[in-house]
């Protein structure tokens, strides 16, 4: 390399090269530059890869570098830091291996050419051993990300499967990361490899900050293996390495997604399963599984499609329909008001039209259908048919209904404030037996009253049906507060914290924005009783709290003793039934609603925009006003 900066100490410095002003000298100088650097011993080596890192970062799309022999570069490098651990101990090189594996991520995550000259460039057997274990977990995190976008190409698919171990490697990881990465780092602060602490902070620097982005690196870590196995997945021939129960039993657990909102978890790779008729078997054989996709299907977040897809695809299976009906047709029916979900145009009608099939196709023997099951679809078609029947009705007959359905729930309201709380319970069902169905917004408030009993009541099932048909009705879709506060209480009761926490910081963000007096108060500020729940969930949902119980970081039974290991006081962890809002709680019914316009609620303009799940994760921080119902 011929051209050096007067000031710069290095022959044939990179960054000096860069600033070449002659495109000819400037390329065949990076060539250059390439072709040497892996055979280099020189102290300094990790600059300029840590500049290319920061370039591929910025542009992953630019093919100079590719076309320069990038790729063989960083290939031969992995390979060396394998290879040779004195030139990996000296100087800065330990960062090298890791800087190589995410820079070949970075130029193959979008195109596709990359990724086939990245193939070409013999990438696929280093970045195994990276995904081996060969080097640390933080080398593991970048080689299964690179592996995954190869993986994602038709063209270079064939390449990545032909390394047989790399499915089984990722399966095994996407089981085992948050352990390895807390007993590898977040157990052991003082055991904490530097260049560990120094890739994670970037520079800033102190434990919390190392411990944090810890916990994101992680759960990136399982993600992306998910994402590599998603893949393999695709392929029916892979099903049944994928299927293996101890491997399927985990994946509902898997929600990585909390901390990154763009994965789709272990629910997205549960979709691509029962996609295939060969992969619904294992799935409908696991009554964990079909529990967990009936809690996510029900939940107010991006995954709610995958969970729904999942149990439509399980019923429509003749093989595995009687296997699920009846665990999942209670979770269907609460859901068969929504209109729109996603991509689903007219997901209550599909939802109906399947449960029809199901009913309609059932025999006897073995395989049929509980009256229990048989009775819900019954009842879900007679509100159907109830509602054509209801649009050939006169308006007055119908506003006949409407009071009559006020009066009841007025009744039951009474009963409910002097502590009748199954006679409350009965109204509200009386009141909803009378109410129009179009009458939506009345029908919202009487479900969420309804689940509000079945709280008081200790009938946690019971008020998540209520509550997840309130928020069904509701327009905009999920967003009524007290029925979200309501559902996420019944998940406490069910041990369930990732759900309950979910609609608990929902519940909150939608406080922010309301100005109804029962939800929001003067001192603007976060609910004390949803901030309690909210820590409390985010303990019993820590990322690595399996991890720290195997290994002895936090007791298994209560509250007694914090994840991270601080002494804490039981009494402000409360159950959220202890801790609601009112007399002994029981929060206010909420008997104002008007419905008199009879507007059909789904052709009303949603007026609000819907937050993101950042802004949903993180809005637990936002001030709210104090409760005083």
Not at 377 to 403: C, G, T
């Amino acid at each position: 390399m011929d051209k050096v900066s007067p000031d710069c100490p290095y022959p044939g410095c990179f960054f000096c090269v860069m600033k070449e002003g002659n495109p000819s000298k400037r390329r065949a100088s990076i060539l250059k530059f390439f072709r040497e650097l892996p055979s280099q011993d020189d102290d300094g080596q990790v600059l300029p890869i840590s500049g290319l890192w920061n370039t591929a970062m910025a542009h992953p799309n630019d093919p100079e570098f590719i076309e320069l022999g990038i790729f063989e570069c960083m290939a031969a490098l992995i390979w060396k830091g394998l290879k040779n651990r004195r030139w990996l101990s000296h100087d800065q090189n330990i960062y090298i291996p890791y800087y190589a594996a995410h820079i070949i991520g970075s130029y193959t995550m979008n195109m596709e050419e990359f990724a086939e000259s990245a193939v070409h460039a013999g990438v696929i057997p280093p970045l195994v051993e990276l995904l081996r274990g060969r080097l640390t977990w933080v080398e593991q995190r970048v080689a299964v990300r690179a592996l995954g976008h190869l993986a994602t190409y038709a063209s270079t698919f064939p390449a990545v499967a032909s390394h047989g171990e790399i499915l089984e490697l990722s399966i095994q990881l996407a089981m085992s990361s948050l352990e390895i990465v807390y007993s590898h780092f977040y157990q052991y602060v003082d055991r904490r490899l530097s260049y560990h602490c120094d890739l994670l902070t970037r520079g800033m620097g102190g434990v919390e900050m190392e411990s944090r982005k810890a916990e994101e690196w992680a759960s990136q870590l399982q993600c992306w293996s998910l994402q590599l196995i998603n893949c393999f997945a695709f392929k029916p021939e892979f099903l049944p390495t994928i299927c293996k129960p101890e491997f399927m039993v985990k994946l509902p657990g898997m929600w990585g997604g909390l901390v990154n909102e763009n994965s789709p978890a272990g629910i997205g790779l549960l979709r691509t399963i029962c996609h295939h008729k060969l992969g619904r078997g294992p799935v409908a054989s696991c009554p964990g599984i079909i529990e967990a996709l009936c809690n996510i299907a029900r939940s107010s977040d991006d995954w709610q499609c995958m969970a729904i897809d999942c149990l439509l695809w399980l019923l429509q299976d003749p093989n595995t329909c009687h296997k699920v009906i009846d665990k999942a047709v209670p979770a269907l029916i609460d859901l068969a008001e929504i209109t729109a979900l996603g991509d689903h145009k007219k997901l209550g009608d599909s939802i109906v039209n399947v449960l029809l099939d199901c009913i309609q196709s059932q025999g006897t023997g073995r395989n049929s259908v509980s009256n229990r099951t048989k009775e819900l679809i019954e009842e879900l078609l007679n509100s159907k048919q109830r509602l054509k029947w209801e649009k050939s009705m006169p308006k007055e007959d119908l506003h006949i209904k409407q009071a009559a359905a006020l009066v009841v729930k007025l009744e039951g309201n009474s009963l409910f404030s002097s502590g009748n709380i199954s006679g409350a319970a009965s109204k509200y069902s009386e009141a909803l037996s009378l109410c129009p169905m179009r009458s939506k917004k009345e029908r919202v408030v009487l479900y969420s009253n309804r689940a509000q009993c079945h709280l008081l009541l200790q009938q946690p099932l019971a008020a998540i049906s209520d509550a997840t048909s309130a928020l069904c009705l509701h327009n905009p879709l999920s967003r009524h507060a007290k029925s979200l506060w309501r559902r996420a209480q019944a998940y406490d009761m069910l041990g369930l914290a990732k759900e309950s926490l979910l609609d608990a910081i929902l519940f909150i963000n939608e406080c922010s924005q309301s100005n109804d007096p029962d939800l929001c108060s003067r001192q603007n500020k976060v609910p004390d009783y949803a901030e309690r729940l909210v820590k409390k969930q985010m303990r019993a949902a820590w990322l690595f709290r399996e991890a720290a119980i195997k290994h002895g970081g936090v007791h298994c039974e209560g509250d007694a003793v914090d994840v991270y290991g601080q002494d804490s006081d039981d009494s402000e962890w409360e159950t959220a039934s202890e801790s609601d809002i009112g007399n002994d709680g029981r929060d206010e019914m909420g008997d104002d609603d008007d419905d008199s316009e009879w507007k059909n609620e789904d052709e009303r303009k949603d007026k609000y925009d819907k937050p993101s799940l950042k802004d949903i994760k993180h809005g637990y921080n936002m001030q709210l006003v104090e409760d005083e119902s």
